[in-house]
């Protein structure tokens, strides 16, 4: 993986200065950590549709649903751990309970947090919010493909969770598509392995694409940036089309995408499936680099798992 | 020099070398990682005051079940703690270049399971007063006099836990928790005026039960005589306000909240510790 570059504060403060201008309804409220989320540009163009109601992600949340339930449109933001763990019951209960059209933005979000560490890095985000009836739950790999997810979450008419790393690479390499909600997309066609990613992990699927074949293990590559509604037809397609599956994020396998793969997979089409990300760990004080490579997200760690799971026999051995 | 005077003498030499130590430490730390030195100076001479002065405690002994407890419920403020501890020997000064570190002693966010010494983890804020009320009603079941003593930051008293856990200590009895509070007036994204003013908030506390005493935080001779009364009093938690400055004790760092998380130049920390060594604390 190429270090990620882009800011994706600069894209969020940019995205909603937009789609303030087009839209009276749209508001967005803080929870002190604005320099975080990039908010300020409109807060400068929209003052009266920008709230900052301090520390207090709980009154955060509710006060989203509240301006939802009065017709707004709210962009709420803090860190994903916050978002996730301390307004867990406002987004069950006064969000998704009610279908109120909240967007909810974690930013900071999994380990991106880096050095402010265990009590920081959110590793359950995705879990929390997937576990929400009625929440789409989108986790882009690119500063554009994030871009075009606050929009779309603006128009979607229900609520949304858009997980915000720190930072994203500007475009993934070989993209043939413009994000939509919904779909997965796939990078190859190689039939031995899929390998399901999401977030800033595709990056690092793609690159494993090259290690595998240099092993003579023939592999795809299935972008998730719709985490739910899942599109289960592509996965399952995958799976049936592939000898076996791998999925990585950079949160916990425990409801996260290896968890919701796994659901997936054994009811309707059970493969062999090894699941790559946080297993039982809290995040650790260090930079993204080493995170990744401590909790083995990395393009070697998917090839040693492809070659236990396919019994070292790729197809064009 | 009186016995008072000397009290507050000690406690002031030790508030400059936990200064000094916050800004080695916020230096050393070094321009990829950044920690929080802006509210950590802010507390320095309440915490002298409480590890130097007040508490009773064995650095020997860190687990001693009988010691008072500290809850740095601002956990992000964390080398203030960590200053303190390791002035009063709980650790080496060497441990220092760890802060932030991967396996380090010296986490980004108080952690009491590496560090000795730390009585509770803290970063996610908010959480501190319900833990130490929960210590506190322990002591008092076991019929045990040790205290705890909690310092919140004045934009952690945004966080609705705190005001669950003023609600419930005076109604549980508990005489022996201490809640001290951090107004430095500043925030992580500004002023707490401008963002949600906390005013009045002496009535706040006062109506939720609690015995309240406003000082100056960088006044020794106030603090110390606080933290009395509040060990004196009978029959209320005791909450005192303290008016403290935001990077205090360094000229070019107080009341600027670009210091609320930033690391000093090698430069920025000569110029420091020359400010630090001539200035004093008060
Ligand atoms: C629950 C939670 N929300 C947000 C943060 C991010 N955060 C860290 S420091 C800070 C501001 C704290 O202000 P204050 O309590 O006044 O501290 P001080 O001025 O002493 O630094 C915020 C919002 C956090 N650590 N925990
Ligand atoms: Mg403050």
């Known amino acids: 993986m190429k270090n990620p570059r882009v800011e994706l504060k600069t894209v969020y403060g940019e995205v909603l200065v937009e789609l303030g201008a087009d839209n009276p309804d749209i508001f967005v409220v803080e929870a002190d950590l604005m320099k975080a989320s990039g908010s300020k540009p409109f807060l400068e163009n929209y003052p009266d549709r ?17 301006i939802a339930a009065a017709g707004g449109i709210p962009f709420a933001c803090t860190m994903a751990n916050f978002m ?27 380990l991106t947090q880096e050095k402010n560490g265990g009590t920081h890095i959110s590793f359950m985000d995705i879990g929390v919010m997937r576990s929400m009836p009625g929440m789409t739950v989108l986790v882009p790999g690119d500063s554009e493909e994030f871009r075009q997810a606050v929009r779309a979450a603006s128009v979607f008419q229900g609520p949304v969770y858009i997980r915000m790393p720190k930072l994203l690479q500007g475009s993934l390499p070989g993209k043939t598509y413009e994000f939509e909600i919904g779909p997965c997309y796939q990078y190859g066609n190689g039939n031995d392995l899929t390998v399901i990613a999401t977030g800033l992990a595709t990056d690092i699927a793609l690159d494993s694409l090259q290690v595998l074949e240099e092993a003579g293990i ?61 297993q039982d760990a809290f995040g650790l004080t260090a930079d993204l680099e080493f995170q990744l490579e401590h909790f083995g997200i990395t393009a070697s760690h998917v090839a040693a798992e492809a070659i236990r799971l396919l019994d070292g026999r790729g197809q064009n051995e | 020099m009186s016995k008072d005077e000397q009290r507050i003498r000690t406690a002031e030499h030790w508030a400059r070398k936990i200064r000094l130590d916050i800004i080695d430490m916020c230096c050393r730390v070094g321009p990829e990682r950044k920690a929080h030195p802006g509210g950590a100076l802010s507390a320095a001479d309440i915490v002298a005051a409480l590890y130097f002065d007040k508490m009773r405690i064995d650095p020997d002994t860190p687990q001693w079940p009988d010691r008072d407890r500290f809850i740095l419920s601002k956990g992000h403020t964390c080398p203030v703690l960590y200053a303190a501890l390791a002035n009063r020997g709980y650790f080496s000064k060497d441990l220092y270049g760890t802060l932030r570190r991967v ?53 952690e008293l945004q966080e609705g836990l705190v005001w669950e856990s003023a609600m419930a200590s005076p109604r549980l009895g508990l005489t022996n928790l201490t809640v001290i509070i951090d107004i430095n007036r500043l925030q992580s994204g500004g002023s707490v005026e401008q963002i949600l003013p906390l005013h009045p908030l002496r ?59 930033r690391t000093l130049t090698e430069e920025e920390y000569c110029l420091a510790v020359k400010m630090l060594e001539s200035g004093g604390s008060a």
């Open chain 2, 203 to 261: 009535e706040k506390w006062a109506s939720f039960g609690w015995n309240t005493i406003e000082i100056n935080g960088h006044h020794m001779e106030e603090i110390l005589a606080a933290l009395d009364l509040a060990v004196l009093e009978q029959e209320r938690p005791t909450a005192i306000l303290a008016r403290t400055v935001k990077g205090k004790g360094v000229k070019f760092m107080e009341d600027d909240n670009s210091w609320h998380q």
């Open chain 1, 218 to 278: 023939a592999a795809r590559v299935l972008h998730v940036p719709t985490i739910k509604p899942l599109d289960t037809e592509s996965v399952i397609r995958c799976a049936r089309e592939t000898r076996a599956c791998i999925t990585i994020e950079d949160h916990a396998t425990v409801g996260g995408l290896g968890g919701l793969i796994a659901e997936t997979l054994t009811a309707a089409c059970p493969v062999p499936l090894a699941r790559i990300g946080m």
């Open chain 1, 84 to 110: 996730a763990k301390r307004a867990c019951d406002q987004v069950a209960m006064s969000v998704a309970y009610n279908m109120f059209n909240v967007k909810l933005v974690g930013c900071y979000a999994g």
């Open chain 1, 50 to 66: 920008h709230i900052n109601v301090g520390v207090a992600e709980q009154n955060l949340v509710g006060i989203a649903a509240g």
């Open chain 2, 103 to 155: 396996d380090g002693n010296l986490q980004g966010h108080p952690d009491m399971r590496k560090t000795p010494g730390v009585d509770m983890t803290t970063g996610s804020l908010g959480h501190g007063l319900a833990a130490g009320a929960g210590i506190a009603m322990s002591a008092k079941i076991d019929r045990k006099d040790f205290r705890v003593f909690v310092l919140l930051g004045d934009g």
